[in-house]
């Protein structure tokens, strides 16, 4: 027995990007017809009068391992940000916390409206991630966060960080009917040495994977790289063989024209974090610049603990006006921002064969939005009402391989309070063990 939702506002974004009053038929998790009528027959029906049904949104930059670091150590540059404070609490979690981080990160997400996720993941426990996207319901791909030098790795570790990392390919690529996937995740130039980055590229090719990294953050990470390498970091990518694979780059906010040249050419994702770039005193990506080069770029709100919340509506509104006082106030308007929160996440993934819109043959991956509440109306156009007034607050209903996982605002699988004392629970654990307090 399948699912008809009838009556709703469906913003598609397929190839028109048609907006149709009608009705969705759902059966197995997926889109099986979208009219402006359909008969039910012994379907569930939902009657989503007054309501608008669009693509859930695919977050392509996240670490939900991060999560109990929230509102813990702002007003920070990145590397002493991450340094002093990311690395050792990522090191510090036992697999009870991390899995509170992660139930956290997830809660928040698909309240969000977020159905799908690129998370860079933990360096120990990397199962504890997959486990809890496999039981949230959550879509979307994660991989063992890979280091082997720095403060965080030493030289002899290559070989064990590789070997665990093939162990979980095998253990969760395509799995949950190809809900769960692997994305190898070498943290960013400066964590990996030369021959760990060979090993991630034997490792794409043999599983077929995407890569997720960072890239050109900041202006010290930039130099960083190039006094390790002798080139920028998008330049060591392309020359290390990722970029014949997909690759997907948080950030890539200092770039010479070279690098987005090859950006370009080697289709390389770009993961845009605009909250997380303006907290950490990063800089602004010139988006609209690599959009008008057929770049793709997809939106992500990085980790907790540096933005300091996991929010597409922020990363949205947040995208669009951060180039206007430079750019002009039409270098990003809503419709295109929906796209990259959409569509532009789906490629960055690697899975916009199955996400992304709303089109027969797709996943039923979508949100319900009320947008009958005073910070919403009045709207003439859809895109605003959702880029530059929407709020989590509007999302009713999120569904995810056609299993509703956020009903009427609350969450299917998990207790919200429950998430919430955990959660204060084990960062109070972390910290005390840590000695660092919590101001
Ligand atoms: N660069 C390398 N690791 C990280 C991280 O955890 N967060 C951010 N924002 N940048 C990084
Ligand atoms: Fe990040």
Redesign the pocket.
């Known amino acids: 027995m399948g699912l008809l939702l009838k009556h709703g506002n469906v913003i598609t974004q397929n190839d028109n990007r048609d907006i149709i009053n009608g009705d969705i038929l759902i059966e197995e998790g997926n889109i099986i017809n979208i009219a402006s009528e359909i008969e039910p027959k012994g379907h569930d029906v939902y009657n989503f009068e007054n309501l608008v049904i669009a693509p859930g949104f695919v977050q392509s930059h996240i ?1 939900l391992c ?1 999560t109990l670091f929230r509102n813990i150590a702002d007003n920070l540059p ?1 590397m002493e ?2 340094n002093n404070y ?2 050792p609490l ?1 090191a510090a979690h036992t697999k009870k916390s991390l899995q509170s981080a992660v139930q956290l990160g997830l809660a928040e997400l698909l309240l969000g409206g977020t159905t799908c996720i690129l998370d ?1 993941g933990h360096s120990r426990y990397q199962e504890i991630i997959f486990q809890e996207m496999v039981y949230s319901g959550i879509r979307g791909a994660s991989g063992m ?1 890979m280091m082997d030098i720095g403060k965080s790795g030493s030289e002899n570790k290559t070989d064990r960080v590789l070997v665990q990392t093939e162990e979980l390919i095998g253990n969760w690529h395509k799995k949950e009917n190809h809900r769960i996937s692997y994305a190898l995740a070498p ?2 130039i ?2 990996c040495s030369s021959k760990l980055l060979k090993g991630v590229k034997s490792l794409a090719e043999k599983y077929d994977l995407i890569i997720h990294s ?1 890239a050109s ?1 900041n202006q010290q ?1 930039v130099a960083l790289v190039k006094s390790q390498t002798g080139v920028s970091p998008v330049h060591y990518f392309v020359n290390t063989g990722l970029s014949e694979f997909t690759l997907s780059l ?2 890539c906010v200092w770039l010479t024209r070279e690098e987005i040249d090859l950006l370009s050419k080697y289709n390389i994702n770009v993961l845009h ?1 605009p909250s ?1 770039n303006l907290k ?1 005193g ?1 800089g602004i990506a010139p988006i609209p610049e690599y959009l008008s080069k057929n770049i793709n770029v997809s939106l992500g709100s ?2 907790a ?2 933005n300091n919340n996991l929010d597409m509506f922020q990363e949205m509104r947040l995208s669009a006006l951060i180039q206007k006082p430079f750019r002009g106030p039409d270098s990003l308007p809503a419709q295109k921002v929906f796209d990259m929160a959409t569509l532009g996440g789906a490629r960055s993934l690697n899975l916009s064969h199955q996400i992304g819109s709303l089109e027969v043959g797709k996943k039923a991956d979508l949100v319900v939005f009320n947008f009958n509440k005073v910070h919403s109306i009045p709207a003439d156009d859809i895109y605003s009402q959702i880029v530059y007034s929407g709020k989590s607050e509007n999302i009713r209903h999120v569904m995810i391989d056609g299993i509703w996982q956020v009903y009427n605002q609350k969450l299917q699988k998990y207790e919200e309070n429950e998430v919430i004392k955990k959660s204060w629970y084990y960062i109070y654990k972390m910290l005390d063990n840590l000695k660092i307090s919590l101001t």
Request: proline share 4%; hydrophobic share 45%.
């Open positions: 670490h991060q990145l940000w991450l990311i690395l990522e860079m966060v943290r960013f400066p964590s960072h953050e990470e948080a950030h974090c997380a950490l990063s990085d980790g603990a540096c």
